[in-house]
């Protein structure tokens, strides 16, 4: 039975970092989870995430079936203490994949494959170097799109992700990026970043990446999740198997949408959310874009058990 009043939400590239997975290690379900990862795709993922260097973790085709397993493991860890399902689900971005293993929507095996491959699509859409994604704070939404169009010229320049008011970030041709993070403090913008990442995702230059994806979507087996699952591309909810194959496949160019989707989960009674997986970035977002919903990084056991009494807090009311 499902509360109708908590929700799952699971990271994405971003939050990866040497021995991320500590604080969880000895729970149920965590290494075992590792274990089948390295099994399915051959590489020793626990070892990656336990010894392995920063700048493998950022390499996108180790970082996505890295958080993937990550984020799965921290959910069998909650179900296997007896933690109930959720109401509702999301994830940002890769994050996606996850909440949709979590909801019984994809097999963990194929969600695997899957974003090892989205992750190769990626990078080979975009020679390395020629494409960039910068974080621009504290300038609106509208602000930062005129400066997209203003600094692209001929290039591509599109704000790929909504994560919080004021905190946008923009994607494209390298060069286009860094035009317009001179532009955007011209206009006003408190900071412009340019973050460690190999590829501009979310924006038009992966739709070639998202056509090798939709033909290799439709091999693989998808349910009707048990758990509604709110997707990126439109902050929608899918219960058929065309549906998600297409949301999954348009997510690689379209923006993530996360301050609506947490406003939404606000809309639809959300009181609490659960961060699932290593990190604090979703909570840290959670807290600046919607006071309904305050959502809790589940990054150690303690940090799960704290979570599940205020559940429990919440079932009893």
């Excluded at 604090?280 to 150690?300: C, H, M, N, W, Y």
Aim: proline content about 5%; aromatic content about 4%; glycine content about 8%.
């Amino acid at each position: 039975m499902s509360n109708p009043m908590f929700a799952l939400v699971f990271p994405g590239q971003g939050s990866q970092t040497p021995g991320m997975m500590q604080g969880v290690a000895e729970l149920a379900g965590v290494r075992e989870t590792f274990d089948e990862a390295t099994e399915v795709l051959g590489q020793d993922l626990w070892q990656m995430v336990e010894q392995g260097s920063q700048d493998t973790l950022n390499l996108t085709v180790n970082t996505q079936p890295v958080m993937l397993a990550a984020g799965v493991a921290t959910w069998r860890a909650w179900r296997a203490m007896g933690g109930p399902l959720p109401a509702m689900m999301a994830g940002h971005s890769l994050g996606e994949y996850t909440a949709l293993v979590a909801a019984g929507a994809l097999e963990f095996a194929d969600a695997l494959r899957l974003v090892r491959l989205r992750a190769q699509l990626m990078q080979d859409a975009v020679p390395e170097g020629t494409g960039a994604m910068a974080a621009i704070l504290g300038m609106d939404d509208d602000a930062v799109r005129g400066v997209c169009r203003d600094a692209a010229e001929d290039l591509v320049l599109e704000a790929v992700n909504y994560n919080a008011d004021g905190q946008v970030v923009i994607a494209g041709n390298r060069l286009a990026v860094e035009r317009a993070m001179l532009l955007a403090k011209e206009r006003g913008a408190k900071r412009a970043v340019l973050l460690p990442v190999s590829v501009p995702s979310h924006c038009a230059l992966m739709q070639p990446a998202a056509r090798v994806l939709a033909d290799e979507l439709e091999k693989v087996g998808i349910a009707v999740p048990i758990v509604p699952v709110l997707h990126n591309a439109d902050v929608a909810v899918y219960g058929d198997a065309a549906a998600i194959r297409d949301a999954l496949s348009r997510q690689l160019y379209s923006p993530v949408r996360w301050v609506e989707t947490v406003r939404a989960m606000g809309d639809a009674g959300i009181r609490l959310a659960g961060e699932c997986g290593p990190g604090k970035v979703l909570a840290g977002l959670a807290r600046r874009i919607d006071e309904r919903v305050p959502t809790q990084a589940l990054i150690s056991s303690d940090a799960l058990r704290a979570f599940a009494d205020n559940v429990n807090e919440l079932l009893a009311a």
